[in-house]
């Protein structure tokens, strides 16, 4: 049957109305899913771009790893930068118990120079030779005391110096077995100090000045007992003193105040038993004395040439007394225990 005209507009209007409404719906999805990308594209915009990975490797254009970052085996994380040749010149990480290391190495991967921290908290800067062995080392202990060592070719520690957690600075020189052998020092109330020791460590010389500006010198032998020792005070008097095996001035020569000369001998316990002294008008004495302190004998000199000799009781009272007068007679003399004459003669 033939179709009119009007059927066929017909059919072509409702194929163009399905063929649009398809259009429209297709449309419609296009838009909401730009839609629902832009949104998406924003909210990661907003939020920090994450990337995991337990080890990232950055390599150069001929392959060879030049940047490393990842966790070890153990636990503890790493960092490494490498040259052209792959070798590792610069690491920085973590110890599986937490304390931090920088190190900086050769082309033969010897380390030369590393910075850390040990578990202490101590911060600590290590330069190595070519050998890898320490040469240089600086630290801050916990008390807060900063440290410098120098080492030999050997790694032997050969020279230190300190500020102590007290204050006190310290610079020592050692042995090739690390012995102290010579060590300066001073002390908090500002005397100052040199000591020499023997290749043991023990010190057998020590020179200090003391902060009224008294000057000492000592000789010490393996115990540490001074057994020779200098000393001047500020007001220019001196002396010298020796000592026994215990450290007991045993014989002590000096100068007092108003440049009277002395002679001392002492016992075990340190007491002057017998003494020789020359005052400063010229008069001379030979002096003994008993366990208790007390003079019991005296011989004296003066300058006009008149020699006495004294016994004492053991108060320190003078009991007998002879002597030679100027003109160059004898005398002699005894007295009570009260100082009262008893007898004299001439």
Do not use: C, W
């Amino acid at each position: 049957m033939e179709r009119t005209m009007s059927e066929v507009l017909s059919e072509r209007v409702d194929r163009l109305e399905r063929v649009n409404r398809r259009l429209i719906r297709a449309g419609a999805v296009l838009m909401i899913g730009a839609v629902i990308t832009v949104i998406g594209a924003a909210n990661r915009a907003e939020g920090p771009k994450v990337v995991e990975a337990e080890r990232f490797v950055v390599r150069d254009q001929a392959g060879k790893e030049r940047v490393v970052l990842g966790v070890m085996p153990d636990g503890s994380t790493d960092f490494r930068l490498l040259d052209a040749d792959g070798k590792d010149r610069l690491a920085l990480g973590l110890y599986p118990d937490g304390t931090p290391t920088l190190a900086f190495l050769t082309s033969d991967k010897k380390i030369t120079l590393s910075m850390g921290m040990r578990q202490d908290g101590t911060p600590q800067l290590t330069l190595r030779d070519r050998a890898g062995k320490t040469r240089f080392g600086a630290i801050v202990d916990p008390q807060g005391a900063p440290k410098l060592a120098l080492a030999d070719g050997d790694g032997n520690l050969r020279f230190m110096m300190a500020v102590n957690s007290d204050g006190t600075p310290e610079l020592g020189f050692m042995d090739k077995d690390r012995k102290g052998r010579l060590v300066l020092g001073m002390s908090k109330d500002g005397a100052g100090g040199l000591y020499l020791a023997d290749k043991d460590g023990k010190p057998h010389l020590r020179l200090r000045e003391g902060p009224d500006g008294t000057s000492e010198l000592f000789f010490q032998d393996a115990a540490n007992n001074a057994r020779l020792a200098l000393r001047m005070k500020p007001d220019g008097t001196g002396g010298m003193f020796v000592a026994d095996k215990d450290g007991r001035a045993r014989i002590a020569v000096g100068e007092r105040p108003g440049a009277t000369a002395t002679l001392t001998f002492n016992d075990p316990t340190g007491r002057g038993r017998f003494a020789m002294l020359q005052t400063p008008d010229g008069a001379t004495a030979l002096v003994f004395v008993d366990k208790d302190g007390k003079e019991r004998l005296k011989m004296l000199a003066i300058p006009d040439g008149s020699p006495t000799l004294s016994f004492f009781d053991a108060s320190g009272k003078p009991r007998l007394v002879a002597g030679v007068n100027p003109d160059g007679t004898p005398a002699l003399g005894l007295v009570g225990g009260e100082g009262k004459p008893l007898f004299s003669a001439p």
